[in-house]
């Protein structure tokens, strides 16, 4: 196991049985530390008579005394059930659902000084059945730092041909666990696997950032050819273990569906972030992100209503793009045909093509700018993505001295900048997720800075997208911000 836990512990249980009253917010255990939570095990009332239960009671736990929730999610869809479905068989290495709603979860859950665990019941209130397994280190001074998070979404209907459905998005230390996901079809426009897969961005700011993209949904949780029919499966560390078509009254029944993936094997790490996207068409679409990181939690959207948690109740969650750290903002303008080096110098250089570009204004999430989110073809397909292409990103850099910085690119394909309209420079090709570092003179005020990035070849399914930062010789780390643009 790779958590640095003592030795030798003590084997202990909480074990209750619990009315809960609608609208009540309740303790159902706490443990004093050091320990770790290694088994949860509940029940929710009713499930043959009530399939909704699940999503009437909202589990939250606390770590060390934390105001903000290590985890906060639906019960069920803590454990996997998603949809407000009752139950289904789950058994994979985190999570064990069995008739009726028996949920169990596996994840190791250290703490120092104190875990917290609370229910909170919704209108129809609920009876809880809850047995919590966990280790005591008495005498013992816990010196794991990384603290078990999960945090749930939903969006209906999500956004088409864009951003990505959001998952997580976390501070480091840190290491990427895995989650859950539930799709409901609604755009039929195409298969809800075609919207893409699993996009995950790592560390776009630190030193050695890195992009991990995925090709269609369904090749995920570790499936082929699953975008439209699928037998259910569960196992170690990834299955879709529901899979329906539901008739909504149209030509050919939806399907309704939920996949899991756990990255044990092939662990995920990251040091400054990760953010965890999925991409996807406007289908009513919810996740349970699975992480551990060091330090307090960041909420990264907001916490949504009850009456937000039933199955079809439409959802349009636009917090996150609020609640995510400032990390500077550029102009951004796709796709656009390319004709080699030709292309990048004309964009590079002509002010009035750079005037009349329609450009659109996106944040920087830790360091990335990814024009998938931008410009995607509307097409049936995959993933469908450009290539043979060129995008532009403008932004500008402020300073209040002339001063020598550090500008580190990570990219796939071909990059070119161009800094205060002087002569561009072609940054190179690179057929993986890669950096390069140059040393630039900013002059006083503010530096315009212009980047070409194609989507032509690359390794990772069309990805397009570069991580950026600026930084000063003191250490002071510069933030790219576009409200200096003239445009």
Request: aromatic content about 12%; charged content about 25%.
């Amino acid at each position: 196991m790779w958590l640095d836990l003592p030795e030798v512990a003590v084997s202990d249980r909480v074990s209750r049985v619990r009315r809960i009253e609608a609208g009540d917010r309740v303790t159902v255990a706490e443990l004093d530390g050091p320990g770790c939570i290694r088994h949860l095990f509940l029940v929710l009332n009713r499930p043959h008579r009530d399939a909704l239960s699940s999503r009437r009671a909202i589990l939250r736990i606390y770590f060390d005394g934390a105001g903000e929730p290590h985890v906060e999610a639906p019960a069920g869809d803590f454990f996997g059930v998603m949809h407000g479905e009752g139950y289904y068989e789950i058994n994979c290495s985190y999570l064990s659902v069995k008739a009726w709603n028996g949920y169990n979860a596996y994840f190791p859950m250290p703490f120092a000084e104190s875990a917290r665990v609370e229910i909170e019941a919704g209108s129809e209130g609920t009876a809880s059945y809850l047995q919590v397994d966990w280790h005591r280190y008495p005498g013992e001074r816990l010196k794991e730092t990384l603290r078990f998070c999960a945090r749930w979404r939903r969006e209906n209907p999500a956004h088409a041909y864009g951003r990505d459905f959001l998952i997580l998005d976390a501070d480091g230390p840190g290491r990427l666990l895995g989650f859950v996901y539930g799709v409901r079809l609604i755009d039929d426009r195409d298969r809800w696997s075609h919207g893409g897969a699993d996009n995950v961005y790592i560390d776009g700011e630190g030193d050695h950032p890195s992009f991990i993209r995925g090709i269609g949904g369904e090749d995920c949780f570790g499936s082929g050819y699953g975008g439209n029919l699928h037998p259910v499966d569960s196992h170690l560390y990834t299955g879709m273990p529901f899979y329906s078509h539901d008739d909504q009254g149209l030509a050919r029944p939806a399907p309704r569906l939920t996949g899991y993936r756990f990255y044990e094997r092939d662990p995920i790490t990251f040091r400054e972030s990760a953010q965890l996207r999925f991409g996807c068409m406007a289908n009513d679409i919810c996740a349970t992100g699975y992480w551990y990181q060091e330090g307090e939690v960041r909420r990264f959207a907001k916490s949504p209503a009850f009456d937000e948690l039933m199955p079809e109740a439409e959802i349009a969650d636009e917090s996150w793009e609020a609640l995510a750290p400032d990390c500077g903002s550029w102009e951004v303008s796709a796709p656009f045909e390319s004709h080699g080096r030709s292309s990048m110098i004309k964009s590079l250089q002509d002010r009035d093509a750079l005037q009349s570009a329609e450009w659109t204004v996106a944040k920087a999430h830790h360091g990335f700018i990814d024009f998938n989110h931008i410009a995607r073809p509307r097409r049936r397909g995959s993933g469908a993505h450009f290539t043979g292409v060129f995008g532009l990103a403008r932004s500008f850099l402020q300073v209040e001295a002339a001063v020598t910085a550090s500008i580190r690119f990570t990219w796939d394909d071909e990059l070119a900048m161009a800094l205060n309209g002087e002569e561009p420079v072609n940054l190179g090709v690179h057929s993986a997720f890669r950096s390069r570092e140059i040393e630039v003179a900013l002059r006083a005020g503010r530096n315009e800075l212009v980047i070409y990035l194609t989507n032509d070849t690359g390794s990772n399914h069309g990805g397009w997208a570069f991580a950026f930062r600026c930084r000063l010789h003191d250490g002071t780390v510069v933030h790219p911000d576009c409200r200096f643009s003239e445009y």
